[in-house]
């Protein structure tokens, strides 16, 4: 769903980037696009929320347009051969001429420090679109999010097997192969709209981060982290990312495929989350609070950039 101020424009490229063949025919089209976007309107700030040519291409066309590479995830790792080393190249470049990257965990952080600035921002989440769960909880583990080839079925069915109690409810579309078959008590929901989908936690025991360890996690600060601690959520996960720095006294409890399934779940719904922690988190981690320092940092450089900007090519 698209705001009512926010004007979506398709540039008509060929989903191949960054195939370097193919990508002569983008070229021609990010040309054609952005002489047409420059007829139309001029931007006052560019941001770059996933590195391509055309990201690349529109910083070019704007020199002293202000422009932020938002690095959420460490994107080339979604790729794999020839396709990785070219976005590589293109994320490099990108963040090379963008006045700011903005990063969103540590490891992201060091890999941009040479950038002639950096600012780290963790994820958050709405809170006002999450209700915070009473204390009665069923016998229900759920996790809401994209099932993709970072999502590890083996822990889940590891939980299934160990804990046939429970119910593990898995929210949201799968992507790539999963297993032919599943234990009776693991139920797959596939998408729902998001308010839906955030009511639904409202019915766990526990949220579920069942992510590989792997160079794609290494980077990643799940929303869906935030999203379970506003809804009140112990959160049971895999060593991952930036959840490796957290623990019990983030009500984060950590699950491998060797380790004691039903002590781990035990342990997690055993120890509850009082109301007070669950406000104290909700009022630290919503979006608001967390965009606040760069949207003053970018109020400023953006002000002077207006006033005068020379910047190297």
Not at 12 to 19: A, D, I, M, Q, S
Not at 269 to 293: G, I, K, L, Q
């Amino acid at each position: 769903m698209v705001e009512p101020m926010v004007n979506a424009v398709r540039p008509g490229l060929l989903p191949v980037e960054p195939l370097p063949i193919v990508n002569r025919i983008n070229d021609w089209r990010i040309g054609r696009f952005l002489h047409r976007f420059g007829d139309e309107c001029r931007p006052d700030l560019i941001v770059v929320g996933k590195p391509s040519r055309l990201a690349e291409t529109f910083i070019q066309r704007f020199p002293d347009v202000y422009a932020v590479y938002d690095a959420m995830d460490d994107f080339p790792e979604f790729m794999r051969g020839l396709a990785r080393r070219n976005l590589r190249l293109v994320e490099n470049e990108v963040a090379r001429q963008a006045d700011l990257v903005v990063t969103s965990c540590e490891s992201i952080h060091e890999k941009f420090a040479g950038c002639s600035r950096t600012a780290l921002v963790h994820n958050a989440c709405d809170t006002s679109a999450i209700a915070p769960a009473g204390a009665a909880r069923p016998g229900r583990l759920g996790y809401v999010g994209t099932i993709g080839g970072w999502f590890d079925w083996e822990i889940v069915i590891h939980i299934a097997e160990e804990c046939p109690d429970l119910e593990i409810e898995l929210v949201g579309p799968v992507f790539g192969a999963k297993p032919s078959r599943l234990p009776a008590n693991v139920a797959l929901v596939g998408s729902l709209p998001h308010q839906e989908a955030m009511r639904r936690l409202s019915g766990y025991a526990a949220g579920l981060i069942p992510f590989r360890i792997n160079p794609l996690t290494e980077s990643v600060d799940p929303v869906k982290y935030y999203e379970y601690r506003a809804a009140g959520l112990p959160v049971i996960s895999t060593a991952f990312g930036t959840m490796c720095s957290r623990g019990e006294h983030d009500h984060v409890y950590h699950i491998g495929r060797d380790a004691n399934a039903r002590a781990v779940v035990e342990q997690a719904v055993r120890t509850p989350v009082t109301d007070e922690a669950t406000a104290a988190f909700r009022r630290d981690n919503d979006w608001s609070v967390r965009w606040a320092p760069l949207a003053e940092l970018l109020g400023q450089d953006t002000d002077a950039a207006l006033t005068y900007r020379s910047k190297e090519q």
